[in-house]
């Protein structure tokens, strides 16, 4: 739980460091717009003042066309009076020399100024002439000036528009993400809570028993010491209790060693995935464009190489992520029991083979860009460089490959390799790796350099530069992730050259079939510390258990006879069951003699009446004396059925006199045990109907539950089924969290390079705005001057 507190924080921190990121650019872009806004008003006010400058020196033209019409017309005002003059002097020419003269003066004096207007035409002529072409020629670069930064601020604007949108589904996509994760890390901080709580219990409790326990050790070890002499100290091998102890400080040490060494694993894992991909696109793009031109059929076959690099790349991050599963403080971890380091293995075997594989299209198609026509001397030394570094990266890869096949052997065969043996290997893998991070170092100071140079070549395209960045960016990412293993390695090299388990005076290393003997006993040890924690049940005194055991004693004996007591009850019980069956099926017989009697007796009480309503009609009054005899007679005989029927009754056999008085008794009596097996009868009736409908009723519910229950485990394992789904939506999510986490990290560091690229740009142009402003400054000064 502490464990998943902490990632989410770490998490969080992330997200709160790449939210805090994107903000700063975001201010970074906004300030670029503002900054475009400001420089296109400046233009757009410059492109006014031209306009009115423009519109002024036209002015200035029209005024001095004007001027000069005037000119020409004084001009030829000049001449006509010129003519005029020199047509009066042919006349004139016999009259005195004074006034010759004072016409030549005046004809000197208007030849002058018309030289002199002539002249100032002229150079006025020569003047707007200049001026006109000058302000023609700026107005058009500032033009085309204008047209090309409208293009670039529309360019920007596109771009800082698409980063704005960009950034604010990010944004909102990390707001909810912080919203989830503070509703998780509430929840997480209550049940953090909770486990402080109990972890206080727990550990007070582990205070308690470890007093308990240190007291039960130091009494076990006196009675050891004292009565079990079993160390057999001259062959300790050969010593039955020499069993290693389960080291859970090395098992804990492992198991964070292990996840240190996952995340770095993935981080390579997502620079050799970015390297392949990259260099992939380059094949398509540079010596020759797919799109324009197909490639060489060595391209094309680098090409399709290259394009199953995930094949061999993912994998490594997959079995290494089994090898950290399989490590957990209740397994044993050394190189005999570790097999899943097998599996990777020869998983990065199969890498290195596919290195080696495109080793040689490499080299060919470095070839290939040290052949094309534009390729200089500077580039060719490069791709030589190129292709050493090269090999070397792939020849550390081989050494990588046989270090770590030696290191999974003793999973596979026991006694395959020594302590010493181990400690060197391990020894020669950290130098291995830090080889691995010096010549990608290498590589990646190369291909800046060579970056470097393809940016001077002319057919250098966008496309090619944008693909080279993502290259020298995963190279670095390559370059960073190799230095990490290698430290990390160097780091815990002493960890991974000592032995965590082994036998007392033994070198022998620790074997598989030891190692389960190991747990065996560290599980039996657990169950007999919980044993032993338990708390025991009081003992009793002596004399109180001997009064218990005559106390059970006699009890065991009354026990018995009560079991017999209740053997004869039972036998009882059921013969006077069927005694109550047999006079159940009595009454019914007694009940169905009855109403034949009852329907039979009213039948002679009819003819009775009959009978004797017909002899009163009929007979004298000399009869009277024979009529009480024949009643008598009737009625004795009514009585002797009637004893009859009393003698086999429900009560059993009686014998009674025929009077009177008994006649009345006999037949109330009947009525009363009538009516009393008449109510029994009625009770067992409703209780049987409440015995019915009860069987009934738990029949139903029972029904219902065994329904309830088949839908319940049909709805478990549905739930069962979408636990399972969820779980695999979960991983593949969090890949593709991870993946796009890092195209976006990718993208954002471009973004951030171009960003300073654009800004580098956009100063040069403010430069150049700023010496155009002075240049027209300038003109227009000499102009003013002139």
């Known amino acids: 739980m502490m464990a998943n507190v902490t990632d989410l924080q770490t998490k969080y921190s992330k997200l709160a460091q790449e939210y805090s990121k994107l903000r700063a650019q975001n201010q970074v872009l906004k300030k670029g717009v503002v900054d475009e806004q400001a420089n ?16 002024k020196q036209e002015q200035e033209m029209d005024s001095l066309s004007f001027r000069n019409q005037q000119l020409a017309k004084r001009v030829e005002l000049l001449q006509e009076e010129l003519a005029a003059s020199e047509a009066k002097g042919k006349k004139g020419k016999n009259k005195g020399d004074s006034p010759s003269q004072h016409g030549l003066q005046t004809q000197n004096v208007f030849d002058e100024d018309l030289q002199k207007k002539i002249e100032e035409n002229e150079r006025l002529h020569i003047q707007f002439y200049e001026a006109d072409e000058q302000h023609r020629r700026q107005e058009a670069e500032l033009k085309a000036r204008l ?72 009494q076990s070890s006196s009675v050891i010491q004292e009565k079990v002499p079993f160390n057999d100290t001259k062959f300790s091998d050969y010593n039955s209790l020499n069993v290693p102890p389960h080291n859970r400080k090395h098992q804990i040490k ?45 391209n094309q076959k680098f090409s399709q190489y290259l394009h199953e690099n995930a094949a061999f790349v993912r994998p490594l991050e997959d079995s290494f992520l089994q090898l950290h599963q399989s490590i957990t403080e209740d397994t044993v971890t050394v190189l005999e029991t570790v097999v899943k380091l097998k599996s990777f293995a020869d998983i990065f075997s199969s890498y290195t083979h596919f290195l080696q ?31 050493s570094d090269m090999k070397k990266v792939t020849s550390v890869f081989e050494k990588l490959k046989n270090y770590i096949n030696l290191l999974a052997l003793p999973s596979v065969q026991q006694d395959a390799m020594p302590q010493s043996s181990t400690s060197a290997v391990f020894t020669q893998l950290a130098a291995c790796l830090h080889s691995l991070h010096d010549a990608v170092k290498e590589m990646s100071k190369h291909y800046n350099q060579k970056a470097s140079l393809e940016q001077e070549l002319p057919n250098v395209t966008q496309k090619l530069c944008t693909t080279t960045e993502c290259l020298l960016g ?49 599980k039996k040890a657990t169950a007999y510390i919980h044993a032993i924690t338990q708390p025991r049940p009081q003992t009793v005194p002596y004399r109180e258990a001997l009064s218990n055991r005559r106390i059970l004693t006699s009890s065991t004996e009354s026990r018995e006879g009560l079991t017999q007591q209740v053997q004869q009850s039972l036998e009882k019980i059921t013969r006077l069951e069927q005694e109550k069956e047999h006079w159940l099926l009595e ?17 002679l009480e009819a003819q009775l009446t009959a009978v004797l309503g017909g002899s009163l009609n009929v007979q004298t009054p000399g009869n009277n004396t024979v009529a009480p005899s024949h009643e008598e007679a009737e009625m004795e005989h009514k009585m002797t059925g009637k004893e009859t029927t009393l003698c086999t009754s429900l009560v059993g056999m009686l014998c009674t006199t025929p009077t009177v008085e008994h006649v009345g008794d006999e037949v109330s009596r009947e009525q009363l045990i009538k009516t009393h097996y008449m109510a029994r009868v ?57 993946t796009t986490k890092r195209s976006y990290e990718d993208q954002l560091s471009m973004m951030s390079d171009h960003l300073c690229s654009m800004n580098e740009t956009l100063s040069k142009q403010r430069e150049e705005i700023d010496t155009l402003k002075l240049g027209s400054k300038g003109n227009a000064k000499k102009n003013k001057g002139r």
């Open 40 to 55: 296109s008003a400046s233009l757009k006010e410059q492109l006014k003042q031209r306009d009115q400058s423009l519109r």
């Open 147 to 218: 047209e090309e930064l409208e293009k670039d601020s529309e360019q920007h604007q596109a771009v800082v528009d698409e980063f704005t949108t960009k950034y604010m589904e990010t944004t909102t996509r990390l707001q909810s993400d912080k919203a989830r994760l503070e509703v998780k890390v509430q929840t997480l901080e209550r049940e953090s809570k909770e486990c402080r709580m109990r972890t206080d219990e727990c550990q007070q409790q582990l205070r308690r028993c470890q007093s308990e326990l240190n007291r039960q050790v130091k």
């Open 254 to 298: 492992s198991r964070d060693v292990a996840g240190q060494a996952l995340s770095f694993i993935q981080d390579l894992v997502a620079a050799l995935l970015n390297f392949h991909s990259y260099t992939e696109q380059r094949v398509h793009i540079y010596p020759l464009d797919s799109s324009i031109e197909p490639i060489s059929p060595l």
């Open 357 to 387: 594989k495109i080793l040689p299209y490499q080299l060919k198609s470095l070839e290939e860009e040290c052949e094309a026509t534009l390729c200089t001397a500077a580039l060719t030394v490069k791709n030589q460089e190129l292709q």
């Open 474 to 522: 995963s190279l670095g990412s390559l370059t960073n992730s190799t230095g990490k293993i290698a430290t990390f390695f160097s780091n815990n090299l002493d960890f991974f050259t000592s032995s965590g388990y082994g036998l007392k005076g033994s070198t022998l290393a620790l074997n598989p079939l030891q190692a389960e003997s190991m747990l065996a006993n560290k």
């Open 587 to 603: 009454a019914q017989l007694g009940k169905v003699r009855l109403e034949k009697e009852n329907q039979r007796i009213t039948d």
């Open 682 to 738: 009625g009770e067992l009736t409703t209780q049987l109907q409440i015995s019915d409908s009860k069987a009934v009723h738990f029949h139903s519910e029972c029904r219902a539950l065994a329904k309830r229950l088949a839908i319940a485990e049909k709805s478990r394992e549905t739930l069962s089924e979408e636990v399972k789904l969820a779980n695999q939506n979960i991983t593949r999510l969090q890949d593709e969290l991870t």
